[in-house]
């Protein structure tokens, strides 16, 4: 088999720099892209930005958080052509009232004194032994900086748009890894561990000492885990995932 072109979409306020890993890690199993999520402010459309980078390709799809949502809304558009999925520290939820309410006053502040909102990241996203590591905390906030309130407003206006996709979630038939930090206070480990009940055969790793931003905080045991999955396409076998 060929090696598949395999689309990375990054979440809210990410760009290449959060697969900076994964892009020289997999670059000898597949042709690796890093989708532009910043364009748009409704799923639709941001899943026909990732469609439009692999014209009436197959493909395999991996989406982080925002990129999660992404991705679940490519799998309603464009099934057939998803060769394996994998959904990373993400969930198939919609926002409940309290989650919209909370992106909103986000929204607000960003308006106010966006680089005062970006300071106020790294405690949210990162596990508490990465934040005192001075390297990883200037990649998120240099991502942030770079992508601007403007982007970051339509990314959440994206969010609060989207569909509940758990009825969805049956449907998916393509080989599929779940992936998330064990610490992940933004989208838990109980959100995958619904997921992979619902899609059939789907594999779980959780991943210690990880918080949400778990490309970024263990690399190479994410890495190692979406390896071991694009692999699996060459060889179709049943086998476990490493956590």
């Not at 900076?20 to 042709?31: K, R």
């Not at 057939?80 to 409940?96: C, E, G, K, N, W």
């Not at 992106?103 to 032994?129: G, I, N, T, W, Y």
């Not at 390896?227 to 490493?242: D, F, I, R, T, Y």
Request: proline residues 6%.
């Amino acid at each position: 088999m060929n090696k598949p072109h395999l689309l990375l979409l990054p979440g809210l306020l990410c760009d290449a720099r959060l697969w900076q890993h994964q892009l020289a890690a997999l670059a000898d199993v597949a042709h690796v892209a890093v989708v532009d999520l910043s364009q748009a402010d409704s799923m639709e459309e941001l899943a026909q930005d990732a469609l439009a980078q692999v014209q009436g390709q197959s493909f395999v799809l991996a989406g982080f958080s925002l990129g999660g949502y992404v991705a679940l809304e490519i799998m309603r558009q464009a099934p057939q052509r998803v060769l394996a999925l994998a959904l990373l520290d993400t969930s198939a939820h919609a926002d409940d009232f309290e989650s919209k309410r909370a992106r909103v006053k986000a929204m607000c502040q960003a308006e106010q004194d966006f680089s005062a909102f970006v300071a106020s990241l790294p405690p949210r996203l990162l596990h508490p032994l990465h934040q005192q590591d001075a390297a990883l905390v200037q990649v998120v906030t240099a991502m942030a900086e770079s992508l601007g309130p403007e982007v970051f407003i339509r990314q959440q206006l994206a969010m609060l748009g989207r569909m509940d996709s758990r009825a969805s979630l049956g449907q998916i038939v393509c080989p599929t890894l779940l992936l998330c930090g064990l610490e992940d206070a933004i989208t838990p480990p109980a959100l995958h561990v619904e997921m992979q009940s619902a899609i059939v055969g789907a594999q779980l790793a959780q991943i210690e000492e990880a918080g949400h931003l778990t490309p970024l905080e263990q690399p190479q045991r994410v890495s190692s885990n979406l390896e071991s999955w694009l692999k699996a396409l060459q060889h179709p076998l049943p086998g476990a995932v490493a956590g």
